[in-house]
């Protein structure tokens, strides 16, 4: 039978340890206090063939002011033609990319996912290593849905977490997932970095989104997109 985690059980009762301290109020937040800076957004999106040829490219960098709803398109280029709609609302090009962003850490972080809630943990193994993010030290905490019993039901496959460790605070999630919707498929996966601002404030970093979606008599349809946060200033 599969052990039950990823490397022992010290790794497994260390993780679960550390995930019960966990504070996600930074992560929760982040997009919250983007409005508090000026902030420049470079967003690239690709659409490719099954293969992985580009077919289609869009591409922006925006310049945000504080408190303001909209920012200003300082250069945008594309080539080809998305084929927007179905369930790749969160992926397909934006309709007016002038907008504040979309909150990712909503999408990619909803309450009490599988992994975290108590009741549904057994469906996976779990594993805990110290690390560092761009000097930061942090704890790099791993949950994989087992191959087996209630883990072949989990819609979330892979979910790693890195914890701040002087203050257990959430400042970076990666998340695969294989969802089932009717006679739609979809793979995916999705990260989401946060930084620290020079007044101490976790803003977003990079947010990263790559997904599959497979639809009857189709062929499938291939997305990702990448979005990076710089020059943050007061």
């Given at each position: 039978?599969?052990?039950?985690?990823?490397?022992?059980?010290?790794?497994?009762?260390?993780?679960?340890?550390?995930?019960?301290?966990?504070?996600?109020?930074a992560f929760d937040s982040a997009f919250a206090r983007l409005s508090d800076y000026a902030v420049t957004r470079s967003v690239r999106?690709?659409?490719?063939?099954?293969?992985?040829?580009?077919?289609?490219?869009?591409?922006?960098?925006i310049q945000y002011q504080p408190g303001t709803e909209r920012g200003t398109i300082e250069r945008r280029d594309s080539s080809g033609?998305?084929?927007?709609?179905?369930?790749?609302?969160?992926?397909?090009?934006?309709?007016?990319?002038?907008a504040r962003p979309t909150n990712v850490a909503a999408q990619i972080f909803p309450d009490q996912p599988a992994y975290i809630e108590?009741?549904?943990?057994?469906?996976?193994?779990?594993?805990?290593?110290?690390?560092?993010?761009?000097?930061?030290?942090?704890?790099?905490?791993?949950?994989?849905?087992?191959?087996?019993?209630?883990?072949?039901?989990?819609?979330?496959?892979?979910?790693?977490?890195?914890?701040?460790?002087?203050?257990?605070?959430?400042?970076?999630?990666?998340?695969?997932?294989?969802?089932?919707?009717?006679?739609?498929?979809?793979?995916?996966?999705?990260?989401?970095?946060?930084?620290?601002?020079?007044?101490?404030?976790?803003?977003?970093?990079?947010?990263?989104?790559?997904?599959?979606?497979?639809?009857?008599?189709?062929?499938?349809?291939?997305?990702?997109?990448?979005?990076?946060?710089?020059?943050?200033?007061?």
């Open positions: 039978m599969p052990s039950d985690t990823i490397t022992s059980a010290v790794d497994r009762d260390s993780a679960l340890a550390v995930l019960t301290s966990m504070r996600r109020t999106t690709e659409q490719m063939t099954p293969t992985g040829t580009t077919t289609a490219v869009r591409s922006y960098e033609t998305f084929r927007d709609g179905g369930l790749f609302g969160r992926v397909a090009p934006e309709t007016d990319p002038a108590p009741r549904t943990r057994e469906a996976f193994r779990y594993a805990l290593r110290p690390g560092t993010v761009r000097d930061t030290p942090v704890y790099i905490l791993e949950a994989t849905a087992r191959g087996y019993g209630t883990g072949q039901d989990q819609g979330v496959r892979y979910a790693r977490l890195h914890l701040h460790r002087p203050s257990r605070q959430l400042i970076a999630l990666t998340l695969v997932r294989n969802d089932q919707v009717l006679l739609f498929g979809e793979d995916s996966r999705m990260s989401l970095f946060l930084q620290r601002t020079a007044d101490d404030t976790w803003v977003p970093h990079t947010s990263r989104i790559r997904a599959v979606l497979h639809v009857p008599f189709r062929t499938p349809r291939r997305f990702r997109t990448v979005s990076s946060y710089t020059n943050y200033r007061r």
